[in-house]
């Protein structure tokens, strides 16, 4: 069935033409199925567009228009970024030898080069996660991890934003797997729960 067109895809005219195609194979295939049509960030643009504009054939009930795998991460990154700027997390990168220069540092925060963000954040999840288990252990509490979690980030804001960083970070790579293993009720159930990221740090997104 590829390519639908041989001419530049980047343009309303070729979106709405493609559309129409995705639109008119899905109910020739299966006529009970909705069509879905995943491009990447530029086209998304565009056919999100055309979808608002056109709402009688493919308004959001008719037709799902969705980033790629990639472009969905690539979007979580960058929000995370978002999220961690000003904490000085590039800095510690940097101090702890894991990267050498602050062009590098500010980087990753803007998620530039995809495969160095998601290791970067693989690292810091870990560190996090050994720290709050090392803060419990230390703490001398009769009440379970749960309920210790909930009463220092009532009183310590610096703990409630970390715990935040690695909770959204752990959501994130549950994304990831889904993504690889193709688990498409698992990624929407854990783009469900960063929703309230994208809508906190990129409010143009919601």
Not at 80 to 89: A, P, T, V
Not at 97 to 114: C, H, P, R
Request: proline share 4%; with cysteine; charged share 20%.
């Amino acid at each position: 069935l590829l390519p639908l067109f041989n001419e530049k895809a980047a343009t309303p005219e070729m979106i709405h033409h493609g559309m129409g195609l995705v639109k008119k194979m899905t109910k020739h295939v299966n006529p009970q199925q909705l069509p879905v049509l995943v491009v990447d960030q530029p086209l998304y643009d565009l056919a999100k567009k055309i979808q608002w504009t056109f709402l009688d054939k493919f308004g959001e009930d008719k037709f799902l228009v969705m980033l790629g795998g990639l472009h969905i991460e690539m979007a979580l990154w960058n929000t995370m970024g978002n999220l961690l700027r000003g904490s000085k997390w590039p800095e510690m990168l940097k101090k702890c030898g894991f990267i050498k220069t602050d062009a590098a540092a500010i980087s990753f925060l803007k998620a530039s080069n995809v495969m160095r963000a998601q290791y970067s954040h693989q690292v810091t999840l870990v560190v996090l996660d050994i720290l709050l288990k090392q803060a419990f252990k230390e703490t001398v509490t009769e009440i379970s991890v749960d309920e210790w979690i909930v009463t220092v980030s009532k009183d310590s804001p610096t703990f409630k934003y970390w715990l935040l960083v690695h909770n959204f970070q752990q959501t994130i790579f549950v994304f990831i797997r889904a993504h690889r293993e193709m688990k498409f009720r698992l990624m929407v159930n854990t783009l469900k729960e960063i929703v309230s990221l994208f809508c906190t740090r990129s409010p143009k997104l919601c």
